[in-house]
Protein backbone atom coordinates (compact mmCIF):
# COMPACT_ATOMS: atom_id res chain seq x y z
CA UNK A 1 0.00 0.00 0.00
CA UNK A 2 0.93 3.44 -0.66
CA UNK A 3 -0.13 6.98 0.73
CA UNK A 4 -1.56 8.63 -2.16
CA UNK A 5 -2.26 13.03 -2.31
CA UNK A 6 -3.11 14.95 -4.57
CA UNK A 7 -2.61 18.91 -4.15
CA UNK A 8 -4.18 21.65 -5.40
CA UNK A 9 -2.17 24.10 -5.60
CA UNK A 10 -1.33 27.95 -7.47
CA UNK A 11 2.29 27.44 -6.97
CA UNK A 12 3.22 23.58 -7.95
CA UNK A 13 6.65 24.37 -9.03
CA UNK A 14 6.82 25.67 -5.16
CA UNK A 15 5.96 21.88 -4.02
CA UNK A 16 7.86 20.39 -6.64
CA UNK A 17 10.88 22.12 -5.78
CA UNK A 18 10.97 20.13 -2.14
CA UNK A 19 10.15 16.85 -3.47
CA UNK A 20 13.99 16.66 -4.05
CA UNK A 21 14.83 16.47 -0.18
CA UNK A 22 16.12 13.29 -0.13
CA UNK A 23 13.83 11.31 2.73
CA UNK A 24 10.81 12.72 0.37
CA UNK A 25 12.25 11.32 -2.98
CA UNK A 26 13.39 7.83 -1.16
CA UNK A 27 9.64 7.86 -0.27
CA UNK A 28 8.67 8.68 -4.19
CA UNK A 29 10.91 6.42 -5.71
CA UNK A 30 10.20 3.54 -3.76
CA UNK A 31 6.95 3.89 -4.65
CA UNK A 32 5.52 4.46 -0.74
CA UNK A 33 4.61 7.77 -1.58
CA UNK A 34 2.47 9.78 -4.38
CA UNK A 35 1.89 13.12 -4.64
CA UNK A 36 0.23 14.14 -7.48
CA UNK A 37 0.01 17.64 -8.17
CA UNK A 38 -2.99 19.94 -9.62
CA UNK A 39 -2.04 23.79 -10.95
CA UNK A 40 -5.24 25.59 -10.22
CA UNK A 41 -4.40 28.55 -12.44
CA UNK A 42 -4.97 25.72 -15.39
CA UNK A 43 -8.65 26.09 -14.17
CA UNK A 44 -8.78 29.74 -14.75
CA UNK A 45 -11.52 30.69 -17.28
CA UNK A 46 -9.60 34.05 -18.47
CA UNK A 47 -6.62 34.66 -20.64
CA UNK A 48 -5.18 36.53 -17.32
CA UNK A 49 -5.38 33.50 -15.98
CA UNK A 50 -6.67 34.39 -12.74
CA UNK A 51 -8.29 32.67 -10.45
CA UNK A 52 -9.58 35.59 -8.08
CA UNK A 53 -12.25 37.94 -7.46
CA UNK A 54 -13.34 41.05 -4.66
CA UNK A 55 -15.39 39.25 -1.75
CA UNK A 56 -18.98 40.50 -2.05
CA UNK A 57 -19.46 42.86 1.02
CA UNK A 58 -16.33 44.43 0.62
CA UNK A 59 -12.62 43.55 3.21
CA UNK A 60 -9.16 43.32 1.76
CA UNK A 61 -7.90 40.97 0.13
CA UNK A 62 -9.42 38.82 -3.24
CA UNK A 63 -11.20 35.33 -3.14
CA UNK A 64 -10.16 32.16 -5.31
CA UNK A 65 -13.40 31.60 -6.79
CA UNK A 66 -15.51 28.53 -5.78
CA UNK A 67 -16.33 27.33 -9.53
CA UNK A 68 -12.81 27.55 -10.40
CA UNK A 69 -11.33 25.45 -7.59
CA UNK A 70 -14.58 22.76 -8.34
CA UNK A 71 -13.29 22.54 -12.00
CA UNK A 72 -10.10 21.72 -10.81
CA UNK A 73 -11.53 19.28 -8.10
CA UNK A 74 -13.65 17.62 -10.45
CA UNK A 75 -10.82 16.24 -12.68
CA UNK A 76 -9.55 14.35 -9.47
CA UNK A 77 -13.38 13.33 -7.55
CA UNK A 78 -13.66 9.91 -8.01
CA UNK A 79 -16.93 8.54 -7.15
CA UNK A 80 -15.58 4.91 -6.75
CA UNK A 81 -12.98 6.23 -4.51
CA UNK A 82 -13.44 6.93 -0.73
CA UNK A 83 -11.78 10.62 -0.83
CA UNK A 84 -10.71 12.84 2.11
CA UNK A 85 -10.92 16.47 1.28
CA UNK A 86 -8.86 18.60 3.16
CA UNK A 87 -8.47 22.81 3.24
CA UNK A 88 -5.53 24.49 4.89
CA UNK A 89 -7.12 27.57 7.03
CA UNK A 90 -5.81 28.99 10.39
CA UNK A 91 -9.77 28.10 11.45
CA UNK A 92 -8.67 24.56 11.03
CA UNK A 93 -8.31 21.26 13.27
CA UNK A 94 -4.30 21.72 14.61
CA UNK A 95 -2.32 19.43 12.09
CA UNK A 96 0.02 16.99 14.85
CA UNK A 97 1.97 13.69 14.82
CA UNK A 98 -0.66 12.05 15.99
CA UNK A 99 -2.45 13.15 12.38
CA UNK A 100 0.80 12.03 10.55
CA UNK A 101 0.79 9.10 11.29
CA UNK A 102 -3.05 8.12 10.63
CA UNK A 103 -2.28 9.57 7.31
CA UNK A 104 0.78 7.10 7.24
CA UNK A 105 -0.91 4.13 8.56
CA UNK A 106 -4.07 3.71 6.27
CA UNK A 107 -4.17 7.54 5.08
CA UNK A 108 -7.04 8.02 7.67
CA UNK A 109 -9.40 5.37 6.90
CA UNK A 110 -9.87 6.53 3.00
CA UNK A 111 -8.16 5.70 -0.53
CA UNK A 112 -6.52 9.03 -0.91
CA UNK A 113 -6.13 12.44 0.17
CA UNK A 114 -6.96 15.51 -1.62
CA UNK A 115 -5.45 18.81 -0.17
CA UNK A 116 -6.61 22.21 -1.06
CA UNK A 117 -4.17 25.18 -1.07
CA UNK A 118 -5.73 28.28 -0.77
CA UNK A 119 -3.82 31.53 -0.96
CA UNK A 120 -4.56 35.07 -1.14
CA UNK A 121 -7.86 36.30 1.35
CA UNK A 122 -9.26 32.99 1.10
CA UNK A 123 -11.79 30.85 -0.93
CA UNK A 124 -15.34 31.06 -0.99
CA UNK A 125 -17.31 29.08 1.90
CA UNK A 126 -19.67 28.16 -0.92
CA UNK A 127 -16.70 26.05 -2.40
CA UNK A 128 -15.69 24.58 1.36
CA UNK A 129 -19.48 23.70 2.54
CA UNK A 130 -20.25 21.84 -0.61
CA UNK A 131 -16.80 20.18 -1.13
CA UNK A 132 -14.40 20.05 2.35
CA UNK A 133 -14.34 17.31 4.70
CA UNK A 134 -12.23 18.89 7.01
CA UNK A 135 -10.13 22.05 7.61
CA UNK A 136 -6.33 21.55 8.93
CA UNK A 137 -4.12 24.37 10.02
CA UNK A 138 -0.10 23.90 11.52
CA UNK A 139 -0.54 26.32 14.24
CA UNK A 140 -1.73 29.65 15.42
CA UNK A 141 -0.06 32.15 12.92
CA UNK A 142 -0.95 33.49 9.65
CA UNK A 143 0.60 32.01 6.26
CA UNK A 144 -0.42 33.38 2.79
CA UNK A 145 -0.89 29.96 1.13
CA UNK A 146 -1.36 26.26 1.57
CA UNK A 147 1.55 25.53 0.17
CA UNK A 148 3.94 25.20 3.22
CA UNK A 149 0.83 23.63 5.44
CA UNK A 150 1.10 20.88 2.26
CA UNK A 151 4.80 20.72 2.48
CA UNK A 152 4.67 20.47 6.43
CA UNK A 153 2.10 17.32 6.09
CA UNK A 154 3.87 15.91 3.16
CA UNK A 155 7.52 15.50 5.55
CA UNK A 156 5.93 14.89 8.65
CA UNK A 157 3.55 12.43 6.76
CA UNK A 158 6.67 10.40 5.11
CA UNK A 159 8.32 9.77 8.32
CA UNK A 160 6.02 7.73 9.42
CA UNK A 161 5.53 5.59 5.78
CA UNK A 162 7.20 2.23 6.86
CA UNK A 163 10.78 1.83 4.98
CA UNK A 164 11.52 5.26 4.54
CA UNK A 165 13.62 6.30 7.64
CA UNK A 166 17.04 3.90 8.26
CA UNK A 167 15.55 2.39 11.17
CA UNK A 168 11.56 1.53 11.53
CA UNK A 169 12.33 3.03 15.17
CA UNK A 170 13.75 5.90 14.14
CA UNK A 171 10.00 7.88 13.94
CA UNK A 172 8.65 6.55 17.14
CA UNK A 173 11.87 7.22 18.83
CA UNK A 174 12.09 10.96 17.88
CA UNK A 175 10.25 14.02 19.65
CA UNK A 176 6.55 13.81 20.09
CA UNK A 177 5.59 10.10 19.64
CA UNK A 178 3.02 9.47 22.74
CA UNK A 179 3.26 13.04 23.44
CA UNK A 180 7.54 13.06 24.36
CA UNK A 181 10.06 14.84 23.44
CA UNK A 182 13.19 13.28 22.56
CA UNK A 183 16.52 12.52 25.13
CA UNK A 184 19.51 14.38 24.49
CA UNK A 185 21.93 12.94 22.26
CA UNK A 186 25.73 13.28 22.28
CA UNK A 187 28.60 11.85 19.61
CA UNK A 188 32.58 12.69 19.29
CA UNK A 189 34.47 14.00 20.73
CA UNK A 190 33.70 12.26 23.62
CA UNK A 191 34.80 15.59 25.55
CA UNK A 192 34.53 18.88 24.32
CA UNK A 193 35.39 21.85 26.10
CA UNK A 194 35.52 20.38 29.03
CA UNK A 195 31.86 19.01 28.89
CA UNK A 196 31.41 14.86 29.03
CA UNK A 197 29.12 12.67 27.29
CA UNK A 198 26.90 11.17 29.94
CA UNK A 199 28.98 7.89 31.11
CA UNK A 200 25.55 5.64 30.60
CA UNK A 201 25.71 6.16 27.02
CA UNK A 202 29.51 4.71 26.69
CA UNK A 203 28.50 1.91 29.13
CA UNK A 204 27.33 -0.23 26.05
CA UNK A 205 24.26 -1.54 28.59
CA UNK A 206 21.08 -1.24 26.20
CA UNK A 207 18.98 -1.75 28.98
CA UNK A 208 20.44 0.99 31.04
CA UNK A 209 20.74 3.30 27.71
CA UNK A 210 17.08 2.44 26.84
CA UNK A 211 15.74 3.40 30.58
CA UNK A 212 18.40 6.74 30.76
CA UNK A 213 16.80 7.68 27.89
CA UNK A 214 12.98 7.08 28.48
CA UNK A 215 13.88 8.49 32.09
CA UNK A 216 15.57 12.06 30.32
CA UNK A 217 12.56 12.16 27.51
CA UNK A 218 9.81 12.81 30.98
CA UNK A 219 12.53 15.14 32.09
CA UNK A 220 12.80 17.36 29.10
CA UNK A 221 9.28 16.91 28.33
CA UNK A 222 8.85 18.28 32.41
CA UNK A 223 10.80 21.03 32.01
CA UNK A 224 10.35 22.13 28.32
CA UNK A 225 6.34 21.08 27.32
CA UNK A 226 4.51 20.40 30.71
CA UNK A 227 1.62 20.69 28.48
CA UNK A 228 2.61 17.58 26.44
CA UNK A 229 2.40 15.60 29.41
CA UNK A 230 -0.86 16.78 30.77
CA UNK A 231 -1.84 15.89 27.66
CA UNK A 232 -0.58 12.42 27.81
CA UNK A 233 -1.69 11.41 31.31
CA UNK A 234 -4.87 12.31 30.28
CA UNK A 235 -4.92 10.33 27.40
CA UNK A 236 -3.86 6.86 29.58
N1 LIG B 1 -3.30 29.02 5.64
C1 LIG B 1 -2.93 30.20 6.14
N2 LIG B 1 -2.45 30.08 7.38
C2 LIG B 1 -2.49 28.75 7.68
C3 LIG B 1 -2.14 27.96 8.81
N3 LIG B 1 -1.62 28.51 9.91
N4 LIG B 1 -2.34 26.64 8.75
C4 LIG B 1 -2.86 26.09 7.67
N5 LIG B 1 -3.22 26.76 6.58
C5 LIG B 1 -3.04 28.09 6.58
Not at 26 to 52: H, T
Not at 74 to 96: C, E, H, M, R, S
Amino acid sequence: RRVQLKIITLFPELIRSYLGDALIAKALNKNLLSIELIPLRDFSDNSYKSVDEAPFGGGDGMLIRADILEKALLTILDKAKNQKVIYFTPQGKLFTSAEAQQIAQDQMGADEIILICGRYAGVDQRFIDQYVDEEWSIGDYVLSGGEIPALVVIEAVSRFVPGVLGQLQSAEEDSLQNQLLEAPQYTRPQVWNEQKVPDVLLSGDHKKIKEWKQKMALEVTQKKRPDLLKKRNSET
